[in-house]
């Protein structure tokens, strides 16, 4: 059964940090490139981040570009997401994605069409 598992969220203060993982059972992630997402009440879902199943290629939103940090771990199995200088606004529900099929690019890197499997997410709470 192939799932995606986020966890790393929580509350944090303004200026603060979190790391956030996508572990991956049921299918080999290093074949995979992997986006982030997040959602927040009452907004559409925003790609926050990309990154190729190889690693050599990372992509970031406006929102985001300076802050966040993508990498993986294809040993592990896991994605990340370091996420730096945490503004209230950056609080949302955290998803991460990857394509149904191996070595698929998805263009552009944010269509949430290009994904077939997604996490049940994890919140991060950006407050003082």
């Known amino acids: 059964q192939v799932q995606l598992v986020e966890s790393g969220g929580g509350l944090v203060q303004p200026g603060g940090s979190l790391r956030l993982s996508c572990a991956a059972s049921?299918?080999?992630?290093?074949?995979?490139?992997i986006g982030w997402f997040r959602q927040a009440p009452g907004k559409e879902r925003e790609g926050i981040s990309y990154?190729?199943?190889?690693?050599?290629?990372?992509y970031y939103g406006d929102s985001v570009k300076g802050r966040f940090t993508i990498s993986r771990d294809n040993v592990k199995n896991t994605v990340y997401l370091q996420m730096n200088s945490l503004k209230p606004e950056d609080t949302a529900v955290y998803y991460c994605?990857?394509?149904?099929?191996?070595?698929?690019?998805?263009?552009?890197?944010?269509?949430?069409?290009?994904?077939?499997?997604w996490g049940q997410g994890t919140q991060v709470t950006v407050s003082s």
């Open positions: 994605a990857t394509p149904r099929a191996r070595y698929t690019t998805v263009v552009p890197p944010f269509d949430p069409i290009g994904y077939g499997y």
């Open positions: 049921g299918f080999i992630l290093r074949y995979y490139d």
């Open positions: 990154i190729s199943s190889s690693g050599g290629y990372t």
